[in-house]
T-cell receptor, first 111, second 106 residues
Framework: DADVTQTPRNRITKTGKRIMLECSQT?????MYWYRQDPGLGLRLIYY???????NKGEISDGYSVSRQAQAKFSLSLESAIPNQTALYFC??????????FGSGTQLSVL | AQRVTQPEKLLSVFKGAPVELKCNYS??????LFWYVQYSRQRLQLLLR??SRESIKGFTADLNKGETSFHLKKPFAQEEDSAMYYC????????FGAGTILRVKS
């Protein structure tokens, strides 16, 4: 199921670098989400978007920014990466708050 | 605000034993809840939603408004049930619980 595609799958970077994680979907959904997953902390919402002109902060948006370039594309940026942003990042889409469809994740390591 | 709590980070059971993964919610309005599962090396996927009242892979979950709970249950655990399980409310923000790792031992 490649309806929600994340790139890259893995990324290692250094503190202070700018990083962009990309997500694209073929589901035709308006709603897109970015989450990070940390051991013991579960899945936490970073940003979400209901359409191209709508961006909302989630639980932990500090240090992150997003861009909704099109209905199908939602990018997450770390302007200046820090080690505690090392995590597994997931993109997801949904149709009006119903079932979420997830990408396969991006493992980011900040050294 | 819609919040869910999963009090157990890890639940370890033997194969064939009953399983109950706990989820409690704090809600205004009528709750609608989901369980998602993440098997090793796979993406998160929907397991079941309370409005459908279905049983998936032997799992069921009943909404208990009196106890504000939506616990996930299975009468006989199987090794392939080992995974991370997340409870989540339906809604705009889709904020998840912290998740529970289920380990089924042989």
């Amino acid at each position: 199921d490649a309806d929600v595609t994340q790139t890259p799958r893995n990324r290692i970077t250094k503190t202070g670098k700018r990083i962009m994680l990309e997500c694209s979907q073929t589901k035709g959904h308006d709603r897109m989400y970015w989450y990070r997953q940390d051991p013991g902390l579960g899945l936490r919402l970073i940003y979400y978007s209901f359409d191209v002109k709508d961006i909302n902060k989630g639980e932990i948006s500090d240090g992150y920014s997003v861009s909704r370039q099109a209905q199908a594309k939602f990018s997450l940026s770390l302007e200046s990466a820090i080690p505690n942003q090392t995590a597994l990042y997931f993109c997801a889409t949904s149709d009006r708050g119903e079932k979420l469809f997830f990408g396969s994740g991006t493992q980011l390591s900040v050294l | 605000a819609q919040r869910v709590t999963q009090p157990e980070k890890l639940l370890s059971v033997f194969k064939g034993a009953p399983v109950e993964l706990k989820c409690n919610y704090s809600y205004s309005g009528s709750p609608e809840l989901f369980w998602y599962v993440q098997y090793s090396r796979q993406r998160l996927q929907l397991l079941l939603r309370h409005i459908s009242r279905e049983s998936i892979k032997g799992f069921t979950a009943d909404l208990n408004k009196g106890e504000t709970s939506f616990h996930l249950k299975k009468p006989f655990a199987q090794e392939e049930d080992s995974a991370m399980y997340y409870c989540a409310p339906r809604g705009n923000k889709l904020v998840f619980g912290a998740g529970t790792i289920l380990r089924v031992k042989s």
